[in-house]
């Protein structure tokens, strides 16, 4: 029986685990998580730290499905080193550590591998100001945004009406902002760049997005570093000013987690380094999500480490031995109460640029952004600000590739529909409406043939809607559809 080891249950591990055993109900998977609990859903921390969303609620897997699934999942245990050349992995016990299987191994043993796969992720990155580290630890008052356990730190000491400050004004620092003054917080962002969430936005999407959330209540600094951090005084930043807080979230960014690909011996540069069968410099080890460096991907985002999951499992249960993986096209939904943004394709074209169609729209006092750019008629890239019909419309016409409708304003406007997307029986099976969990109208349609029938039923079978949310009225119009159009399932 092959043996599949794999290192991370993260949301790229437990994503592999399950497409491994969709195809194959023998292959042999082990599991190995450094973290005590379950694997969840990290898109979902800001809604846990605004309070919105139980931890719980976050689970992608149950206690039970290990045994279910025949997984041997090992929660607790970080791998202490790689043998190549026995193709074994030795594993200790962390904190916690359990064993959710039949095996009664000890807490220092060596697990045999026939392919290992890496989905170590990435660890938060912290800027080098005095005092936001203490003997190789974050000082008292300091938390990281990163994991369920960061939450629950930040949640016992985010209280209301205390002076907060976030490290980091990308997509997950202001996730965690709008969060936490959610929780009635005075929360002030600190971010080095002139802009918000610079990698996805241009600086008048920047802008509108910071005069949006500041009616919300958060404050920005920006252009501005810290300098020194004040343990339970705030924040002295590098042009002297001084910002008070109780809490200091660093959420400036991550860097890929690669000492045990490093100590293995394997390529690593940002991260471990893969080709297009996910295949690391040892072809008996493949890496995948965040800690994988491939040329066809952003770290940092969902959708990539998931597509790489179903390309890997095609590949180690034998299914589709000629899948390769050759990137993701990236749409990014800011998940923010009240914000509606989602960023795609190549946003920071100009708008006098020779080689491209670019329009765009501004409306800074009702939180309004839309830019639009079009390279051989088809949609290249956009920025859609406090207008979800539009952004929903931009972004079909990006995914499948087809020509923009020749009425430029009306798809900025989010007026325009693909003439073979009037309904939702026109839309090809292959059309993705969850972008957060990749599901397709094919797999809503063969969920809903297969008693799942409700909202909840869906959520629960595909997991359509449980990530950002931003696609929950498109599978409401799936449902009725398929509730007006087609016999309910017996």
Not at 274 to 285: F, H, Q
Not at 397 to 404: E, H, L, S, V, W
């Amino acid at each position: 029986m092959r043996r599949v080891v794999i290192v991370g249950y993260g949301m790229a591990g437990a994503r592999l685990a399950d497409e491994l055993r969709r195809r194959d109900h023998d292959i042999s998977i082990t599991i190995i998580g450094s973290e005590p609990h379950a694997a969840y859903n990290r898109v979902l921390l800001s809604t846990v730290v605004a309070g919105t969303m139980t931890p719980e609620s976050t689970r992608l897997h149950d206690e039970k499905w290990a045994a279910e699934h025949n997984i041997d999942l090992r929660l607790g245990y970080e791998v202490a080193e790689i043998d190549r050349a026995s193709r074994t992995v030795t594993i200790e016990s962390t904190r916690g550590a359990s064993v959710l299987s039949e095996s009664t191994e000890g807490p220092r043993v060596s697990v045999q591998y026939d392919a290992l796969v890496l989905a170590t992720g990435s660890t938060p990155w912290v800027p080098p100001a005095e005092g936001l580290v203490e003997d190789g630890r974050l000082a008292e008052g300091v938390v990281a945004f990163r994991t369920l356990d960061d939450c629950a730190e930040i949640e016992a000491k985010a209280h209301k009406g205390a002076p907060v400050v976030v490290l980091g004004g990308g997509l997950l620092g202001i996730e965690a902002a709008r969060g936490l003054a959610g929780r009635g917080c005075l929360v002030t962002v600190v971010h080095p760049v002139g802009h918000l969430m610079e990698r996805q936005l241009d600086p008048g999407a920047g802008g509108v997005l910071a005069r949006t959330l500041g009616q919300l209540g958060i404050e920005f600094k920006l252009n501005s570093l810290a300098a020194k951090y004040l343990p339970g005084d705030g924040l002295i930043l590098d042009d002297g000013t001084h910002v008070p807080a109780e809490l200091v979230v660093v959420s400036a960014g991550v860097r890929a987690e690669t000492s045990l690909a490093v100590k293995a011996g394997l390529e690593v540069d940002r991260g471990i380094v893969v080709d297009d069968a996910l295949r690391t410099s040892d072809p008996r080890i493949h890496a995948i999500g965040d800690c994988a460096q491939h040329p066809g991907t952003v770290s940092g985002l969902v959708q990539p480490a998931w597509d790489q999951a179903a390309v890997l499992a095609d590949r180690l249960t034998g299914a589709n031995p000629a899948a390769r993986y050759l990137g993701t096209s990236v749409v990014t939904r800011l998940k923010a109460r009240d914000v509606d943004l989602a960023a795609l394709g190549d946003v920071h074209t100009d708008v006098d640029c020779p080689d491209s169609e670019v329009l765009c729209f501004q409306e800074p006092s009702r939180g309004r952004y839309a830019k639009l750019v079009l390279r051989d008629d088809r949609v290249a890239g956009a920025i859609v600000l406090g207008a979800p019909d539009a952004a929903a419309t931009i972004t079909q016409f990006y995914d499948r590739g087809i020509p923009a409708p020749t009425d430029r304003l009306a798809l900025l406007l989010g007026r325009a529909l693909p003439a073979e997307a009037a309904s939702p029986a026109d839309l090809p099976s292959s059309a993705v409406i969850c972008r957060c969990n990749t599901v397709s109208k094919g797999q809503i349609v063969s969920a809903w043939r297969s008693g799942a029938e409700t909202l909840p039923q869906l959520a629960e079978s595909t997991r359509a809607t449980t990530g950002c949310g931003g696609c929950k009225d498109a599978v409401c119009g799936l449902l009725d559809w398929l509730g007006a159009s087609q016999p309910a399932s017996a």
